[in-house]
C-alpha cells in the first residue's frame, strides 16, 4: 500500500516547463505532472509514427497507381496486338485455302497508300492475260478509228470527290500523288466503257478490289477499280457505253465509288479532259 502511494505521488510529481521568449516580454513556467508529460511524449511518438506510415502509404499507392496505368497501356496494347493477329491470321487461312499462287495473289491487299492503282502489279497480271488470250494482242495489232478509241465522256453520272494530282489522303493522311480521279456514286451503279477496246484484265487485283482494264489502241488504256462485280471477261471487245462492271467498294475503299485512270503509253494522264461533259 505504500509503495503504491509512493508511486502515485511519483507520477503526479510536477515538473516545471520555462518558456523564454526572446523579446521584451518576461519569461512564463508551466508546470504539469510527470504522467501528463510522459503521455503527451508518447502521443507525439505515435503521432509521429502514424504520419511517417502515411507517408509511405501514399508513396505506395501512386507507385502502385502509376504500374497501374503503366500495366493497364501494356495490356491495351497487347490486345490490340492480339486482335491483328487474329486479323491476320484469318486473312492468310482464307488466302492459303484458295489452293493456287495465282489465286492468292489477286486477293492479297496490295496497293499503293496514295490510293492509285498499283500500277507495276497491274501491269504484270495484264501483261499475263495478253499473253494468255490472243485476241489482244490481234485488236492492238490493227489500225483502229483514233475517235472511237480515244476515251471520252464519263463511265457513269456521279460526283468527282477526289481528283488528279497531289492531295490530302482520306484514309492515311498526308499529301500524296493521286493518279486517277473518284466518282461517288450508289453502289452497283453501272459503269460504261467510255471508248472502243478490248478488255486485257478484268478481275481482282489486291487493294484494288475487282478491276476491269481496257486496251483502245494507239497507246491509250482506260482503268475502272473497286468495282463491285465486273460484267466482261479478258479478251472482249467493247464499244463506247457498254456496261463493262458495277461500281462497288472493293479493296481498299472508303465507301462506293469507281478510281477511274487513263495511260497513255503506259503513262498515268489528267482524266479530267477526256470526260467532256457531266452526264
Same mark, same amino acid.
Given at each position: 500500500m505504500y509503495k503504491l502511494r509512493l508511486l502515485l505521488?511519483?507520477?503526479?510529481?510536477? =515538473? $516545471? =516547463?520555462?518558456?523564454?521568449?526572446? #523579446?521584451?516580454?518576461?519569461?512564463? #513556467? =508551466? *508546470?504539469?505532472?510527470? =504522467?501528463? !508529460?510522459?503521455?503527451? /511524449?508518447?502521443?507525439? /511518438?505515435?503521432?509521429?509514427?502514424f504520419s511517417v506510415s502515411l507517408t509511405i502509404q501514399a508513396f505506395d499507392y501512386y507507385r502502385m497507381k502509376s504500374e497501374y496505368t503503366k500495366m493497364s497501356k501494356n495490356f491495351n496494347e497487347m490486345e490490340s496486338t492480339m486482335a491483328s493477329l487474329k486479323e491476320s491470321e484469318s486473312q492468310f487461312r482464307k488466302l492459303f485455302s484458295l489452293g493456287s499462287r495465282k489465286e492468292v495473289l489477286k486477293n492479297v491487299d496490295i496497293s499503293s497508300e496514295d490510293g492509285s492503282i498499283d500500277t507495276d502489279l497491274l501491269k504484270k497480271e495484264i501483261q499475263s492475260s495478253m499473253n494468255a488470250v490472243e485476241e489482244i494482242k490481234k485488236y492492238l495489232a490493227k489500225e483502229q478509228n483514233v475517235y472511237m478509241t480515244s476515251p471520252s465522256g464519263w463511265p457513269a453520272p456521279g460526283r468527282i470527290s477526289s481528283g488528279f494530282g497531289m492531295r490530302e489522303h482520306p484514309k492515311y493522311g498526308g499529301r500524296r500523288l493521286h493518279t486517277g480521279i473518284d466518282i461517288t456514286m450508289p453502289n452497283g451503279t453501272p459503269l460504261h466503257a467510255t471508248a472502243d477496246g478490248v478488255v486485257s484484265f478484268a478481275d481482282r487485283s489486291g487493294g484494288n478490289g475487282n478491276i476491269v482494264v481496257i486496251e483502245h489502241g494507239h497507246g491509250m488504256t482506260s482503268v475502272y477499280a473497286h468495282? #463491285? *462485280?465486273?460484267?466482261? *471477261?479478258?479478251?472482249? !471487245?467493247? *464499244?463506247?457505253? &457498254?456496261?463493262?462492271?458495277?461500281?462497288? #467498294?472493293?479493296?481498299?475503299? $472508303?465507301?462506293?465509288?469507281?478510281?477511274? &485512270?487513263?495511260?497513255?503509253?503506259?503513262q498515268s494522264v489528267n482524266p479530267a479532259p477526256y470526260l467532256e461533259s457531266k452526264n
Open positions: 505521488r511519483k507520477i503526479h510529481t510536477p =515538473i $516545471t =516547463i520555462m518558456l523564454v521568449p526572446h #523579446s521584451r516580454f518576461s519569461s512564463r #513556467s =508551466i *508546470k504539469i505532472p510527470v =504522467i501528463a !508529460a510522459a503521455l503527451f /511524449c508518447v502521443m507525439a /511518438c505515435v503521432g509521429a509514427v468495282n #463491285s *462485280k465486273n460484267s466482261v *471477261k479478258p479478251g472482249q !471487245a467493247v *464499244k463506247r457505253g &457498254e456496261i463493262i462492271a458495277y461500281s462497288g #467498294s472493293t479493296g481498299i475503299s $472508303t465507301g462506293p465509288h469507281v478510281h477511274y &485512270e487513263i495511260w497513255r503509253n503506259g
